[in-house]
C-alpha cells in the first residue's frame, strides 16, 4: 500500500499543478512564460509542481475580483436581485394588470350569468334585453 501512495502523491501533485497552471490568467504567473511552467510541471514530475505552487503563481487574490479562469473573466455575467430588476418589476406589473382585466372580465360574466339565472326563476325571457 505504501508503495502505490509513493506514485499516486506525486500524480496526484502533477495533475493539481498542472491544472491550477493552465487556470491561471498569463498575468499571474511570475518569472516565466505560463507555457514554460506548464513544460516544467509535467517533465520534472515531482519539482515542477512543487516549483509552481511554491514560486509560480501570484498568490493574492487579484484585486479586481476576477475569477481564475481567463475566461470566465471575460465571460461573467452579473446577475441581479429580482426586486432590483427593472425589467422583471415591469414585467410584473404587466402581470398584474393583464390579470387584473381577466378577473373583470370573469367578473362581469359571473354577474351576466347571475342575472340570467334570477330572469329564469322568475320566468322571464332571458334574451329580452
Known amino acids: 500500500m505504501f508503495r502505490?501512495?509513493?506514485?499516486?502523491?506525486?500524480?496526484?501533485l502533477t495533475i493539481f499543478?498542472?491544472?491550477?497552471?493552465?487556470?491561471?490568467?498569463?498575468?499571474?504567473?511570475?518569472?516565466?512564460?505560463?507555457?514554460a511552467w506548464v513544460f516544467i510541471i509535467l517533465l520534472f514530475w515531482i519539482v515542477g509542481p512543487i516549483a509552481w505552487?511554491?514560486?509560480?503563481?501570484?498568490?493574492?487574490?487579484p484585486a479586481d475580483g476576477r475569477t481564475?479562469?481567463?475566461w470566465h473573466?471575460?465571460?461573467?455575467?452579473?446577475?441581479?436581485?429580482?426586486?432590483?430588476n427593472p425589467e422583471f418589476l415591469k414585467s410584473l406589473s404587466q402581470e398584474n394588470k393583464k390579470d387584473e382585466a381577466l378577473l373583470k372580465d370573469w367578473e362581469a360574466d359571473l354577474r351576466?350569468?347571475?342575472?340570467?339565472?334570477?330572469?329564469?326563476?322568475?320566468?322571464?325571457?332571458p334574451k329580452a334585453d
Not at 499543478?17 to 507555457?35: M, Q, V, Y
Not at 473573466?73 to 432590483?84: C, L, Q, T
Open 53 to 61: 505552487l511554491a514560486a509560480g503563481k501570484q498568490r493574492t487574490p
Open 73 to 84: 473573466r471575460n465571460h461573467r455575467m452579473e446577475y441581479v436581485a429580482p426586486d432590483d
Open 17 to 35: 499543478a498542472f491544472i491550477d497552471c493552465l487556470n491561471t490568467p498569463e498575468d499571474e504567473a511570475k518569472h516565466l512564460p505560463k507555457i
Open 112 to 125: 351576466r350569468r347571475e342575472e340570467d339565472l334570477k330572469r329564469r326563476e322568475r320566468g322571464e325571457d
Open 4 to 12: 502505490l501512495l509513493m506514485y499516486l502523491i506525486p500524480l496526484a
Open 68 to 70: 481564475p479562469s481567463e
